[in-house]
């Protein structure tokens, strides 16, 4: 399985972005996936994950109300939506995807990330 990131960019504050991940290889659709992301000088935090179907999300407390993961199994491709973007949201994003059906903490598959920079 290969993960292609992309959608990241600069924004303002307050401004909104919508980053896809898409899979290929094979298909994802039985896999959970997730997104993280890694700041300057900082360890990878988890960001949200979901589960095969799309039926079961999960939120950093840091981006819950703000963030919106999903997916759509027909195109093989994964979306976090990001709105009222901070300062603090700055980072590269990674997707990934794990070899399970919901959500775990271990990841089989990463995607070289995209860069999101949010300026105040």
């Known amino acids: 399985v290969q993960l292609q990131a992309s959608g990241g960019g600069l924004v303002q504050a307050g401004g909104s972005l919508r980053l896809s991940c898409a899979a290929s290889?094979?298909?994802?659709?039985?896999?959970?996936m997730g997104w993280f992301r890694q700041a300057p000088g900082k360890e990878r935090e988890f960001v949200a994950g979901?589960?095969?179907?799309?039926?079961?999300?999960y939120y950093a407390d840091s981006v819950e109300g703000r963030t919106t993961i999903s997916r759509d199994n027909a195109k093989n491709t994964m979306y976090l939506q990001m709105n009222s973007l901070k300062p603090e949201d700055t980072a590269v994003y990674y997707c990934?995807?794990?070899?399970?059906?919901?959500?775990?903490?271990?990841?089989?598959?990463w995607g070289q990330g995209t860069l999101v920079t949010v300026s105040s």
């Open positions: 990934a995807a794990a070899r399970a059906p919901y959500v775990s903490s271990s990841y089989d598959y």
């Open positions: 290889g094979r298909t994802v659709s039985s896999y959970a």
């Open positions: 979901i589960s095969y179907s799309g039926g079961s999300t």
